[in-house]
């Protein structure tokens, strides 16, 4: 007893390792021995409303093992699982019970056996009871996730294989009247036409048709005659599967009823957008092509395109198809230099079509980076490595020293600048009250601004949630526009139903791989996703739903973003090539750029500064020829008033010294003033 609870315990232990992701990955030599899930019977057909049952079988293939977890996924709108059973498996402790959900379609087996574990190559896991609701073709298939544990002590995943089935499901045979239709023929086809007509042939004996047009597959008429006639047209049907259900009445009775089939569609699939890369205004010669949309009945079928020149081809060029031809996304032409409108249509499986344009001009680069060789200018000259560094650093240099010249003549102008003179006491007393005003002023212009922000937002608030009477698209606002596969991917925006529920959708245009997630959205009518896991390179495109109860929004407007491969990581950043490269130039012409800036800044500094001692100097020089011409007029003055001495008496021996002097002093005078303002004035040039 001790060693079988043990055993249980030993088992329910690896099975949780190994859902818990702590299992050892399938060794290469252990491949061909690797363990399979698959269900009998693997194909079959039923008709709607009957049930079948499924059974789910595992094979190891030689091996021992103690585990396992299998997932069946099942389309929901087309069975329903009736009851999964746990009576007939060779699991001898369920960790649960067997759990599914017909919402989502799946359904969830986990189980394990204790030592020494089991060797099988048909070894019944269960059995599923479906119920089927709806025509069509469904593939029951076993979800990646599934596992398969070795009895090796470590829960190894021996899982390498695994077979779906796949069913066809039709409507019962005809029990009442054979029934055709001229405009619906097919029952698996979809048509786009609104009028439906359907004709029966009468039987002898018969008196009268009960039939109905509705949406349930097997649904029986009234017993009440609706006609004798053997034709009945409906008109303005709508989009979407119905069914037509007539049973004939002869002889008193009521014979079998006969449902009929038509799938109707007569909307085109949803408006979408061309998107091209690197841009629809681009160098490069093969641009990539995308697009992508959807329809809500019959789905999308197939896509067609169509290159439409603007400009005559040149020769040795490729000849862009003038037709429409069926292509996929993402789809890449081979284009020469010159302009093309991209015409895309998308057709559903009714016929119907949307279509989107998109102009793409293909033109000559300026110059492209040739990795290795050099800059190719104009498709035509290389320019080596050596000498664009060269050119570079001779750039670099004469940055520089136009930066230092303009540097140093402005350091020269400053110190050559007597201080200006303080302000007068009143004009800073203005000053200070000026800015005192200003800072007040700037605190009240703040506290208005918040207060009619806060009002727009409320009453904005009150008014969208008066007016919101239906689930509108959400927003996609907040997304990251480029990011490395190293670097998580995040998401965010609005929703007009707080509390509801967003279905993000991920897909990389590449392999055309979609994500699904299903985000909740807070009071505020905000949601925020964080990505599990790191993106694979590519190109990818973000879309959103919102889903509040049963109700769907419509899809959002699609984004864009690209993951590109890491180049540098240092610690937690990291930088792709491209951005390194970017960066790099853009560092280049900032220095390049800051130091004619400097020089620019220092150059206009000195002029301004040199203006000023040059109108300082001229005014220097009229007050020096003022002075000066004041105390000419004195000497002179003196010298005429001892020549007026002279005429009327001797002059003695002193006063005669007196005029030699003056003499003497007012020639030394012209003299030094002719030489003083010349001096000056060649200062004023040179400063000029």
Request: net charge neutral.
């Amino acid at each position: 007893m001790i060693l079988k609870r043990r055993s249980r315990q030993a088992a329910i232990l690896i099975l949780g390792l190994a859902l818990l992701g702590l299992r050892s990955p399938i060794p290469a030599a252990r491949a061909e021995t690797s363990a399979s899930l698959y269900v009998g019977p693997n194909t079959g057909t039923f008709v709607v409303d009957s049930v079948f049952t499924v059974s789910v079988y595992v094979n190891t293939n030689g091996q021992d093992i103690n585990a396992l977890d299998a997932i069946l996924k099942f389309p929901p709108d087309k069975l329903q699982v009736v009851s999964p059973t746990a009576g007939k498996s060779f699991l001898q402790i369920w960790v649960t019970p067997p759990v599914y959900d017909n919402s989502a379609g799946t359904i969830r087996f986990q189980g394990a056996i204790p030592n020494p574990g089991i060797n099988t190559s048909q070894g019944l896991i269960s059995q599923v009871t479906f119920r089927v609701i709806n025509i069509g073709s469904a593939n029951i298939r076993f979800d990646d996730s599934s596992k398969v544990l070795l009895n090796d002590g470590k829960g190894t995943n021996i899982l390498g294989r695994t077979s779906s089935g796949l069913y066809k499901f039709i409507l019962p045979p005809p029990a009442g009247p054979v029934v055709t239709s001229e405009t619906n023929p097919d029952p698996e086809r979809w048509y786009n036409s609104k009028t439906a007509v359907f004709r029966w042939q009468g039987d002898p004996g018969v008196d009268g048709y009960s039939f109905v047009l509705d949406d349930e597959p097997d649904t029986i008429p009234d017993d009440i005659v609706e006609s004798t006639s053997t034709t009945q047209t409906y008109r303005d049907v709508a989009d979407g599967m119905h069914y037509f259900h007539i049973k004939a009445h002869a002889a008193g009775v009521w014979d079998g009823t006969t449902h009929y089939l038509i799938k109707v569609d007569t909307t085109p699939p949803a408006d979408f957008s061309i998107q091209v890369s690197p841009s629809s205004f681009t160098t490069t010669k093969q641009p990539t092509v995308t697009f992508q949309t959807t329809d809500a009945e019959s789905g999308v079928d197939h896509y067609e395109l169509r290159l439409v020149p603007l400009v005559p081809s040149g020769s040795g060029g490729s000849n862009p198809q003038s037709f429409f031809v069926e292509t996929t996304s993402p789809y890449i032409p081979d284009l020469d230099y010159g302009a093309y409108d991209v015409i895309v249509r998308a057709y559903d499986k009714a016929g119907n079509y949307a279509q989107s344009t998109e102009r793409i001009q293909i033109v000559t680069s300026i110059f492209s980076v040739v990795r290795g060789q050099g800059i190719q200018v104009k498709s035509n000259v290389l320019v080596p490595w050596f000498f664009v560094w060269i050119f570079v650093i001779v750039l670099l240099l004469f940055a520089g020293w136009f930066a230092w010249r303009a540097w140093r003549r402005h350091r020269a102008t400053h110190v050559a600048l007597s201080q200006a003179p303080p302000l007068p006491p009143a004009i800073k007393a203005q000053l200070e009250e000026l800015k005192v005003l200003k800072d007040k002023y700037k605190i009240i212009i703040k506290v208005i601004f918040l207060v009619v922000a806060l009002t727009s937002a409320l009453v904005g608030g009150r008014a969208a949630r008066a007016d919101m009477v239906e689930l509108g698209a959400p927003q996609v606002s907040t997304y990251p526009a480029g990011l490395s596969n190293t670097e998580i991917f995040y998401a965010g925006g609005k929703s007009e139903a707080p509390g509801s529920q967003i279905i993000l959708y991920l897909q990389n245009l590449q392999n055309s791989e979609t994500f699904s997630m299903t985000v909740p959205v807070d009071k505020n009518g905000e949601w925020f996703y964080t990505h599990p896991t790191f993106l694979s390179a590519g190109k990818y495109v973000v879309w959103a739903q919102d889903k509040l109860g049963s109700i769907m929004s419509p899809p959002s407007p699609q984004v864009s973003f690209t993951v590109t491969e890491t180049a540098v990581q240092f610690g937690a950043s990291r930088l792709s090539y491209e951005i390194i490269y970017l960066i790099a130039a853009i560092l280049l012409l900032l220095v390049i750029l800051g130091l004619f800036a400097f020089g620019m800044y220092h150059h206009r500094a000195e002029k301004r500064k040199r203006a000023k001692i040059h109108a300082e100097l001229r005014e220097t020089e009229a007050v020096v020829k003022e002075g000066f011409a004041s105390l000419v007029r004195d000497l002179q003055n003196h010298i005429n008033h001892l020549g007026r001495l002279k005429m009327t008496r001797t002059l003695s021996d002193e006063e005669k010294a007196l005029e030699q002097k003056i003499k003497k002093d007012l020639e030394g005078i012209r003299s030094s003033l002719g030489r003083e303002l010349w001096t000056l004035n060649r200062e004023v040039d040179d400063i000029s």
